[in-house]
């Protein structure tokens, strides 16, 4: 069993910067495939950015790569998300997730295991 927790969330203007942080509990969270996804009320949750346990490649949305990067410290079971340049459009519920078996990119909601509870990103224009 993994639980996941979520910090570092707020509002920021346009353009601005925030760093979300994903705390992971459990004996086996480093091999997890860990991931961020986003949601908006009334719409689907939507892929973000992704990072694999094994060799720590990494892969993004079209509409956050070059914004965004997603890090891990498998020491200390924690993926962080560096947001900068952030525009209105990036307002959302984001969470955390994480998956277990082979490491390779996964992209679906449904092909998670383990969610965080979400934390509301706001971007003012």
């Known amino acids: 069993q993994v639980q996941l927790v979520e910090s570092g969330g707020g509002l920021v203007q346009a353009g601005g910067s925030l760093r979300l942080s994903c705390a992971a509990s459990?004996?086996?969270?480093?091999?997890?495939?860990m991931s961020w996804f986003r949601q908006v009320p009334g719409q689907e949750r939507l892929f973000v950015a992704t990072?694999?346990?094994?060799?720590?490649?990494?892969y993004y949305a079209s509409s956050v790569k070059g914004r965004f990067t997603i890090f891990r410290d498998n020491a200390k079971n924690t993926v962080d998300l560096q947001m900068n340049s952030l525009k209105p459009e990036d307002t959302a519920v984001y969470y955390c997730a994480a998956a277990r078996g082979v490491s390779v990119i996964r992209t679906l909601p449904g092909q998670y295991d383990y969610w965080g509870q979400g934390t509301q990103v706001t971007v003012s224009s």
């Open positions: 459990g004996p086996t969270a480093s091999t997890y495939v």
């Open positions: 990072i694999l346990w094994s060799g720590g490649s990494t």
